[in-house]
Every structure is written in C-alpha cells, then in structure tokens.
C-alpha cells in the first residue's frame, strides 16, 4: 500500500516543476492526504494506464475501509442516524441517511457543483464537491473537463448533468450547480432555481432510468442557502416530480445529510410527509 501511494504521489509531483523540492510523508495518512490534495489541484489532462490501475486500487481499498452502505439494506438498518419512511405513493419509499455520500451503493448520488463543473481546486478541502471528486478519481474530473469543453461555456444554475461514478460505489454522479446566496436570504428566483436543481436531476434520473438517487443538500453550505428552506424545497419539489410523473422512473429517494441540523430539519419534514 505505502509503496503504491508512494508511485502515485511520485507520478503527481513529477507532472509539475514547482513541486520538486516537496518531501512525500512517510506515514500512511500524510502520504493519502498528499495524493489527495495533488488530484485536487490537478488541472483535467491524460494520465498513464498504470497510474489508473494503481490509483483505483488504492481508491478502492479506501473505499473498502470507509465501508459502502448498500440502499436495500438501510430500511431495516438499526441505527439513529437512518430513518425510513413510507410515501405516497407507497412505491417509493424516503430514506433520511446522515454520513458520508461517498459511501452510498445507489444508482446515482447528486453533486452540488460550481459552474465550472470540474470538481473543487481547494486541497483537501470539506465540501462535497471535493469528496465526491476526490473519492472517484482523475478520471472524473477529466470526463467534465470533456463534457463542459463540448459545451462551450459554464453550467448554469438549476441544470443537471450526469456522468460515470468510477470509484464510487454509485453507478452515476449527476452534478447540479445551485443558487448562491452571499447574504443568506434568498430572493423568490433563487428559491425558484434550487427547486430547478431537483427538477432537473429527478428528470435527468428517469431520463436514464435510473432506480434510486441519493440527494445532497444543495446549496447549503459553502453557497448559504438557508437550511431549513433547502430542506422544504427539496422535499416539496421531488414529491411534486414524483405526483406529475407516475410513470418515473426513481422508486427510491434517498436524502442524504451530513450536519447534525439538517438531519433533525428533514426528519421533521419527512415525518409530516409521510402522516
């Protein structure tokens, strides 16, 4: 394991001139770490095949120690931190799931993006943006580099897109960019652009026939959406998808949350849904 982590991060520093001088840790985390936060500075361009091999298998095994929380299995999980809930209509079942999205076996887990939809350029920084990107590998950065160069221009807020999920124990990423909201009170727009966001990602999900989806909370974080809000629009909007569309693919909503607030927030909501 040192020794792979120790060709990965040597193949990394070697790609860069101004990293010739930097030390690789000599012990586990330091060295993981490392690799982490040179993907994350990494603009988009080839790597080797052997770097691929060796980068996956130590992604996995990363993987493997974190643990991957299959979906069929969280309804009878006895656990504080995952509460199950019957909606209407009965086929489709809300799942609340506080922990690490990274983690979750479903058809796709939702990535709260920025425009330029490459992943987050900050090291080891603790957005999802970050996890998501840091935990599937180059490759995902490198396959939105080549969709957004097709685009020819940044994402704009409310849209979605999907792509493959590489070392993630999903099997599709859709990335959404939200609102920002620099002084934390969103206008009747904004509100109207976060509902898009879950618009256009149960859309994009039944599009590609997909089962299940594991929601983030858009635009809570770092971009100031008001939590308690975010949580009621999504909510409100994935139903309302769900009642327009019957015939839609998605039989099984996850929504997943990290902070301790949002996971009391859409326990409340989720609760009045379901009576």
Known sequence: MMNRLDYLIDYLLKEDPQYSEMQ??????????????????????????????????????QLQEKGIVDLTKLPTLNSPLSTTLNSKPSTLNFTLWQGDITRLKVAAIVNAANSQMLGCFHPLHK????????????????????????????????????TKAYNLPCKYVIHTVGPIIPNGI????????????????????????????????????????????????????????????????????????????????YERILKNESV
């Not at 993981?32 to 298998?57: G, I, M, T």
């Not at 990107?133 to 396959?143: F, M, N």
């Not at 299940?212 to 909510?235: D, H, K, M, Y």
């Open 186 to 265: 969103p206008t009747e727009y904004q509100k109207e652009q976060l509902a898009s966001c879950y618009r256009s990602i149960m859309a994009c999900a039944d599009e590609n026939r997909l089962e299940s989806i594991a929601f983030c909370c858009i635009s809570t974080g770092e971009f100031r959406f008001p939590n308690q809000l975010a949580a009621e629009i999504a909510v409100q909007t994935v139903k309302e998808s769900l009642t327009e569309h019957p015939d839609c693919s998605v039989k099984q909503v996850v929504f997943n949350v990290f902070k301790e607030v949002d996971k009391r927030i």
């Open 127 to 162: 957005c999802i943006d970050n996890a998501i990107h840091s935990a599937a590998g180059v490759q995902l950065r490198e396959e939105c580099h080549q969709m957004m160069l097709r685009q020819g221009q940044e994402e704009p807020t409310g849209q979605a897109k999907i």
């Open 24 to 61: 690789i840790p000599s012990d586990l985390l330091g060295k993981r770490d490392l690799f982490r936060a040179l993907r994350n500075v990494r603009w988009p361009k080839p790597v080797s095949d052997e770097f691929l091999r060796l980068q996956d298998e130590e992604l996995q095994a």
